[in-house]
């Protein structure tokens, strides 16, 4: 029995991590057509994702511009979208997370009455300006979705306490622990771009891109990170640095050419995956880092003051560092010193799933299509 259509649409690197698992899932139930459309808000990142999933995008809408704003982004994204929308009339649009293209993506479903589904469904920190875009994003787009895939019981919660139907509602994991178990490989060799980094050197690795750090918060992590290296002179710090000048030109401003600080280009996920399965601490303000590190046993210091993933945080594998320098280097100090607190934050159980996410949102997604199909016929 044909099932319809089912189009995906991301436009980031972290989501097309998190969406390919479900993307070759779908591409695997031969009653469902699935139609993949990228709004390619970030470009160089999301391509090589792509390639290494070895998904091809049906529709590309090339949105990435130089020094882009959120106002180009959604309008460019609603515009491009609609056009897809009414050529391909697809039966469901699958989003994730919370960027501006899932907000985009849901509206534009919306506005054409194409039901919308959520993966990675019900994150919430109740701060509209923290993590900013993000938490609107996600807020407004379950407002719109009718199925909803929350990765633990915490955000299932969180839809309930907005009055979403219980029944719209299943705790399927994180897809991205599907995507990094996929990845990760026992016999992995590092690449040219990790030339003259001392491997063996305990490595901090960091990551650095909210827009609520941006400016002096930023020079304030950084300061830390150099106070960190003339301490311990066995550790060595592994930076890929984000696209964006706004936070390049002030990393490379403090921390160039410093002893055992390497900045490098931002990284493939393949390597990115193994870098940090290879890496004795995480210092991010990433989200995505938060669900994957503790997967691989690596301790995350979070360079927020909140975080829509708490989960991680009562499971002792994260701890909310905020972006003072003085609290930075503390808490990073006390797992670099401190053998037991290091063992306790590495070996906590992840709260995140079993890396078989993506095979129960497709289940659903079945379930509600042929129901559809039922109840139109």
Do not use: C
Not at 14 to 27: D, G, N, R, S
Not at 60 to 73: P, R
Not at 170 to 180: E, K, R, Y
Request: charged residues 25%.
């Amino acid at each position: 029995m044909y099932l319809g259509k089912v189009m995906v649409v991301f436009g980031t690197r972290p989501e097309a991590i998190k969406m390919a698992p479900v993307v070759k899932e779908l591409q695997k139930v031969t009653d469902i057509t699935t139609v993949v459309t990228v709004t390619a808000q970030h470009r160089e990142m999301l391509d090589q994702v792509l390639r290494l999933f070895e998904i091809k995008a049906d529709y590309d809408l090339n949105l990435m511009e130089t020094q882009q704003d959120l106002f180009s982004i959604t309008t460019g994204a609603l515009t491009g979208l609609k056009e897809v929308l009414e050529k391909e009339k697809p039966d469901l649009v699958i989003v994730h997370g919370d960027t501006t293209t899932t907000l985009a993506a849901s509206l534009a479903a919306f506005y054409m009455r194409i039901p919308v589904a959520h993966v990675e469904a019900g994150l919430r920190t109740r701060n509209k300006y923290s993590p900013f875009p993000e938490e609107m994003n996600r807020t407004l787009t379950g407002r719109l979705t009718e199925l909803h895939f929350a990765p633990t019981d915490t955000s299932r919660e969180n839809l309930l306490a907005e009055a979403t139907a219980e029944f719209k509602i299943w705790v399927t994991g994180n897809t991205v622990i599907d995507a990094l178990l996929s990845t990760i490989k026992k016999d992995y060799q590092f690449g040219e771009e990790f030339a003259g980094i001392d491997m063996s050197r305990r490595l901090l690795l960091v990551t650095t891109h909210r827009r609520e750090n941006w400016g002096e918060r930023m020079r304030e992590i950084y300061q830390a990170l150099l106070e960190l290296v003339e301490e311990f002179p066995d550790i060595a710090v592994v930076f890929p640095v984000h696209k964006n000048p706004i936070v390049r030109n002030v990393a490379e401003e403090m921390l160039s050419g410093k002893p055992r600080i390497h900045l490098l280009e931002p990284l493939d996920y393949e390597p990115f995956a193994h870098l940090m399965n290879a890496a004795y601490l995480i210092i991010t303000d990433s989200g995505g880092l938060q669900e994957e590190a503790p997967a691989l046993g690596k301790p995350v210091l979070v360079l927020r003051d909140t975080t829509e993933r708490p989960e991680a945080v009562t499971a002792g594998t994260v701890k909310l560092v905020g972006t003072n320098r003085r609290r930075i280097y503390e808490e990073t100090k006390k797992l670099l010193s401190d053998p037991r607190e290091y063992d306790r934050m590495a070996r906590a159980i992840n709260p995140y799933g079993d890396g078989k996410a993506a095979r129960r949102i497709v289940r659903e997604l079945v379930s509600f299509l042929y129901v559809r199909i039922g109840a139109q016929g």
